[in-house]
């Protein structure tokens, strides 16, 4: 079964400096996602990219955080400038559709960020 | 606002024991509900969704759940845990029609003993 895969499983990263996570989405989707997960707390949807545009966004992805499509295979988030509470598990996902209806979305195993 | 919430943070239960992981979410229109589930090192796996028809919801790995709208409910079950069930189960509603976010809850993380 196709999966969408995200490098690196772990990073441990100094504050303030920039961090890049990578996915690699399912080849015939369309749709991409990043979600965080901190510890003991809820999986948090961040921003939702079709067309090489961002759809949607929620309120925490603030200036600090990008996304790119860079080639026809990697959707990648950058974190500009990594603050502790950034320390979280990122999740990519991918999708043939939009929205959540009828609509069935793929998640990655996660990219797991320690910011010291 | 849309929420979820999964009470029990984590379960226990014998092998071959029957399960049940409850959810119960707050929306004011017809629901789009979802279970997932992360089994240690792996992503999140969707085991079953709800958009309309039918209460009582069909997923993958034995597992069913039950939309009841009166009580807010959208509770997972399973006849029979086997050990490899062991994993963390998300619970998610979608948090409008044409959106594209899912709201999850905190999880139930699921300890089978043999």
């Known amino acids: 079964e196709p999966e969408v895969t995200q490098t690196p499983s772990h990073q441990v990263t100094q504050m303030g400096q920039e961090v890049i996570l990578r996915c690699v989405p399912i080849?015939?989707?369309?749709?991409f996602y990043w979600y965080r997960q901190i510890l003991g707390q809820k999986v948090e949807f961040l921003v939702s990219f079709y067309n090489n545009e961002i759809s949607e966004k929620s309120e925490i992805f603030d200036d600090q955080f990008s996304v790119e499509r860079p080639d026809g295979s990697n959707f990648t988030l950058k974190i500009r400038s990594t603050k502790l509470e950034d320390s979280a598990m990122y999740f990519c996902a991918s999708s043939k559709l939009a929205g959540v209806t009828g609509n069935t979305i793929y998640f990655g195993e996660g990219s797991w960020l320690t910011v010291v | 606002a849309q929420s979820v919430t999964q009470p029990d943070i984590h379960i226990t239960v014998s092998e071959g024991a029957s399960l049940e992981l409850r959810c119960n979410y707050s929306y004011g229109a017809t629901p789009y509900l979802f279970w997932y589930v992360q089994s240690p090192g792996q992503g999140l796996q969707l085991l079953l969704k709800?958009?309309?028809?039918?209460?009582l919801v069909q997923g993958i790995k034995g597992f069913e759940a039950e939309f009841k709208r009166s009580q807010s409910s959208f509770n997972l079950r399973k006849p029979s845990v086997h050990w490899s069930d062991a994993a963390e189960y998300f619970c998610?509603?979608?948090?409008?029609?044409?959106?594209?976010?899912?709201?999850f809850g905190t999880g139930t993380r699921l300890q089978v003993f043999p």
């Open positions: 998610a509603v979608g948090a409008a029609y044409n959106t594209d976010k899912l709201i």
């Open positions: 709800y958009f309309s028809g039918d209460t």
């Open positions: 080849s015939n989707h369309l749709y």
